[in-house]
């Protein structure tokens, strides 16, 4: 199948009229921006309608769209006609406030205002020479974030007084990012603490999480050349409401220690992706102490609302921790991607980071007066996305930001007071933040809800999401917690209001009496 309007002849007198290749001609950038942001208008006054989830199937796209590239050239609006009839019906809207399946991605004009000039400038910032303006801005708007956070002094570029700390931060693209690369100077830390000749030791070290902590770490443990035999996932319970268990922790570490072994890594959450549980932090680094090692706190979704002062207690103990990592993407307005990593000593990362060829060497660099933040992350170029991230909080500040966050929890709590209203639910982890974690509640007898125990009650509440999500009105998504399938409903979609959660809850709550009613035909 070919594109949408393929037809060369079409083309002809556009490519006639053109004088030689001008990609950045100023009428044409004023032209097509205005046309893309009358497209990104329309598309958030119409979200809310379309489905949340597309109807398509594999491979929809390729039977629209031509499959090879155009040889020559067409009228921009090719591209948009083509954008709004074959990939708009294909995309998943997480935009939509009908969204309510995973953390958030949220947004707002400030950011997206921040992408794009960042996008037009087109800066690669790899040395402080490279882009002076785009690192210091970086710079300051992690700086910023750390207030807000009432991070400790030593986790910042600088001190409020204007003086140089020993630490610093990074914006990288996600938190499995700020994962492998503290685990990489943890991992040197350790071989050079337990006096490796090279990397001959690595397969003595040992790394720790709750087996709550989000899949992304485990992979990145295997990036970094750790032993998967050496990674140790440790168990959680309804005991400690799902958070990693200090003892635990410590019975772990101390054996391999006795072992012969080198603990080397502990990985703290604030706000697990299943169920949004906190590991103690402050505990943790305690146990991590006796061993020297590492501790990494990932607060990529929770982290944002800790710039409230009723949920910063969950960042107590932050000050004895090694790196802490925070996605604003997640939770603070900032579009994709935008994960603050922050170290207390950067010295240590960008010891096993940092690169120097010749053609990069400059007086700046040499001076020990800036930081390149290529040396602080895998790759060496990078975006301009300290912008935005500025941008957002200069322009809604603190109160704006807190506000957001509050509004956001509020309404979880809404949701969360209709769930435990009705007897046919139950609330199956204590709520934190904006996620709440429910289900249809097993019953042996009776006729308001589902009889058979844990089996049917899985049965019933897959059938749950699964007709939600055929709707296209809502869309939620799925965990196991404690061994018990169960429904994750996450608020924070930037467009959402009170009234949709509480239309989602209309529609669960019809949806669950069809299903009820159709078990108890069968039975």
């Known amino acids: 199948m070919g594109s949408l309007d393929t037809n060369p002849a079409a083309y002809a007198a556009f490519a006639a009229d053109v004088e030689g290749f001008q990609p ?13 942001v009358d497209f990104v208008y329309d598309y ?47 995309m998943t809207h997480w935009a939509s406030p009908n969204f309510f399946a995973f953390f958030p991605a949220t947004n707002s004009a400030a950011a997206i205002a921040g992408e794009l000039i960042a996008s037009a400038m087109n800066t690669v910032g790899f040395t402080w020479q490279a882009a002076p303006a785009a690192t210091e801005l970086e710079v300051l ?6 207030q807000l956070l009432r991070l400790p002094p030593g986790f910042m570029n600088r001190t409020v007084a204007g003086g140089r700390g020993t630490g610093g931060g990074v914006i990288l693209g996600t938190t499995s990012e700020a994962m492998l690369v503290t685990l990489v100077a943890a991992r040197d830390a350790a071989l050079r603490r337990s006096g490796s000749n090279g990397v001959a030791g690595i397969t003595r070290l040992t790394v720790y999480a709750a087996d709550q902590t989000h899949s992304t770490f485990f992979k990145a443990c295997r990036l970094a050349g750790f032993d998967p035999a050496n990674i140790r996932s440790i168990p959680t319970g309804a005991e400690t409401d799902y958070g990693l268990d200090p003892a635990k922790l410590l ?19 604030v706000g697990t992706t299943s169920s949004n ?16 090692a590492w501790v990494h706190v990932d607060a990529a979704y929770a982290g944002s609302a800790c710039i409230c002062p009723e949920f910063r207690h969950h960042l107590d103990g932050v000050e004895r921790v090694d790196s802490i990592s925070m996605s604003p993407h997640k939770w603070l307005m900032t579009c994709l ?49 300290g912008l935005k991230l500025w941008m957002v909080m200069r322009t809604y500040g603190a109160g ?52 058979g125990g844990e089996a049917e009650a899985e049965k ?44 989602a809850w209309e529609l669960i709550k019809k949806t669950t009496a069809e299903i009820v009613a159709v078990a108890g035909e069968d039975k």
Not at 141 to 146: E, F, H, I, P, R
Not at 363 to 378: F, I, P, R, Y
């Open 141 to 146: 708007a992690l700086d910023w974030l750390a």
């Open 24 to 36: 950045l001609n100023a009428d044409d950038v004023r032209s097509y921006l205005h046309k893309a």
């Open 337 to 385: 991607d935008c994960t603050c990593l922050y170290v207390r000593d950067t010295h240590r990362l960008t010891g096993s980071l940092e690169t120097n060829p010749e053609y990069l060497k400059n007086h700046a660099s040499d001076s020990g007066e800036v930081t390149d933040l290529k040396d602080m992350q895998v790759g060496v170029g990078r975006r301009f996305r």
């Open 400 to 451: 704006k930001l807190q506000e957001h966050i509050r509004s956001d929890v509020a309404m979880a709590k809404t949701f969360e007071d209709l769930v435990r209203s009705d007897d046919r639910f139950e609330v199956v982890v204590p709520r934190n933040f904006a996620l709440v974690c429910f289900r249809i509640r097993p019953r042996k007898s009776g006729t308001t809800t589902i009889a």
């Open 44 to 90: 958030y006054k119409s979200v809310e309608s379309l489905p949340v989830l597309p109807g398509v199937e594999p491979g929809y796209l390729l039977r629209l769209l031509q499959s090879a590239p155009p040889s020559s050239s067409a009228p921009f609006d090719i591209a948009m006609k083509e954008l709004r009839e074959a990939v708009v019906p294909g």
């Open 277 to 292: 549980a906190v590991d103690p932090v402050g505990a943790v680094a305690d146990v991590a102490a006796r061993f020297n």
């Open 460 to 503: 019933a509440n897959r059938e749950l999401m699964e007709r939600l999500n055929k709707t296209g009105k809502a869309y939620v998504a799925h965990t196991v917690v404690g061994g018990r399938f169960v429904l994750r409903f996450a608020v924070g979609s930037s467009l959402q209001e009170e009234r949709h959660v509480r239309s």
């Open 251 to 269: 019975e772990l570490m101390q054996a391999d220690a006795d072992a012969g072994l080198v603990p080397t890594y502990v990985c703290a959450t």
